[in-house]
């Protein structure tokens, strides 16, 4: 049977970073840094940056705040990649192109996906600059694992009992707590975007069950629970969620990425000592 061609698109970038990183120690985690989140990826040491454009079979962020490089270094001591920025469904890429870094991580040889994202409050206690580590999510979108199933990366109906790994969740709250960082935990729900969600829709997230709402790391998180990675997720909230048709605020895209860089040395702080726990 000839090989599929998704499979193959996963090889050739895991081949293409693989020529670059040379003989360098396997990537323990992963690391999807979102919109104003790339901070990050300047702390990597020991860094060698590789540009998404040079990466056959990579798609490249149209996103704001999205820096779009693959970082290859070392975090809390461990060796890691870090994506400074990712794809989105509402960029128009469908969903294998989306979820295909995360394969491609996996096929590098994590063993931990480390997930982040601007959100807005659906919580109306959540302010803005508040992190939110991610308990569970609710998805409003086609599942990336739709189609024919990629029997290399894992099992056609995944389990999604525990999407996010319980034991780091507890790790993370003590560090938290060491640090003084104060953590909210959450339900993250994922719409297509690119729309901001309505006050109406806002409400019946809020209602359903949503704690902060975005637009990405749900196919992703999917995938990785596919490949049988251990997810840890985090969000950054960005603005206060907008329940009424009265309020002045408006959503702003430009404002999203300020905000999120200006948390992003708390959640910094957390994924670092996390990281260093591995
Ligand atoms: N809604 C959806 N996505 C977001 C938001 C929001 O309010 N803020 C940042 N990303």
Known sequence: ?????????ITRAVEYIKSIIGGKETPLVGIVLGSGLGKLGELIEERI???????????VSTAVGHKGNFIYGRLGGK???????RFHFYEGYPMDV???????MARLGIQ???VSNAAGGADPDYNVGDLMIIKDHLNFRPN????????DFGPRFP???????????????????????????????ASTGPTYETPAELRYYRQVGADAVGMSTVPEVIVARQCGLRVFGMSVITNKGNFDNVSKVLNDSDDVVVQADKAADRMTVLFRKLIATL
Not at 1 to 8: G, K, L
Not at 49 to 59: G, H, L, S
Not at 98 to 104: C, K, L, M
């Open 1 to 9: 049977m000839p090989m599929d061609t998704r499979v193959e698109k």
């Open 79 to 85: 060796p890691v990649v870090a994506m400074q920025g």
């Open 159 to 189: 389990d999604m009992t525990a999407p996010y790994d319980l034991e780091l969740i507890s790790k993370i709250e003590k560090i938290a707590a060491e640090e003084g960082i104060a953590v909210h935990k959450g339900v993250y729900s």
């Open 144 to 151: 990336p694992l739709i189609g024919p199933n990629f029997e």
């Open 49 to 59: 940056v590789i540009p998404y454009k040079d990466i056959p079979e990579f798609a």
């Open 98 to 104: 989306v979820t295909r870094p995360i394969r491609v």
């Open 112 to 114: 931990y996906l480390f």
